[in-house]
């Protein structure tokens, strides 16, 4: 398995593969709102307000994540990994923890203070996230599980607050994603 950065002429590929993944683990609804968040946010976000990595084996798109910028009113540097996807038939064997590992010391190396993500503890606290209160650092948009909102500061061993409400990207400034 090889990792890379992903391109742009694999745009539909990699919209597949999240239909496919979010089909398969919620239902067809949630398939295509995430297929059509991804595609927004590989053609309407700007190359430096978004990184994205594939894994592949065999000319095959195994995985695929993002991060795009977070704002804040403070000079901070961050990401919020957003949305993460490994194929159906390939999960349980480490490739999204690799990829993640991978992608976190790309921003790391571009000088990305901070990553945010918001989904499930279990599985983003094996790649280092920790839960980050709303006290410390708001959402950008509501969250209907506060306690999916998760961090890792990449420039000390914990996250200091940071006052204020960040914003998204505008592919992921929907409610429906929160």
């Not at 745009?11 to 709102?33: H, M, R, W």
């Not at 995985?63 to 990994?81: D, G, P």
Request: hydrophobic letters at 40%; aromatic letters at 10%; charged letters at 20%.
């Amino acid at each position: 398995m090889n990792l890379f950065t992903y391109h742009p002429n694999n745009a539909d590929k990699i919209k597949s593969l999240f239909i496919k993944v979010f089909t398969d683990s919620e239902n067809q609804a949630e398939g295509i709102l995430i297929g059509n968040l991804v595609s927004e946010l590989m053609s309407e976000t700007t190359d430096k307000d978004l990184y994205g990595f594939i894994a592949i084996e065999d000319e095959k798109i195994l995985a695929c994540i993002f991060f795009s910028r977070l704002t804040f009113k403070c000079n901070i540097s961050a990401f919020i990994l957003s949305p993460v996807a490994v194929h159906t038939d390939h999960q349980g064997k480490g490739i999204g923890q690799q990829l993640i590992n991978y992608g976190i010391k790309r921003l790391k190396d571009d000088g990305v203070e901070l990553v945010m993500t918001y989904g499930n503890p279990k599985f983003y606290s094996k790649v280092g996230f920790k839960l980050v209160k709303e006290e410390t650092i708001k959402a950008p948009l509501q969250l209907t599980y506060p306690e999916g909102w998760l961090g890792q500061s990449l420039i000390e061993n914990s996250i200091e607050p940071i006052a204020g409400q960040p914003s998204c990207v505008k592919a992921l400034s929907k409610p429906e994603y929160w």
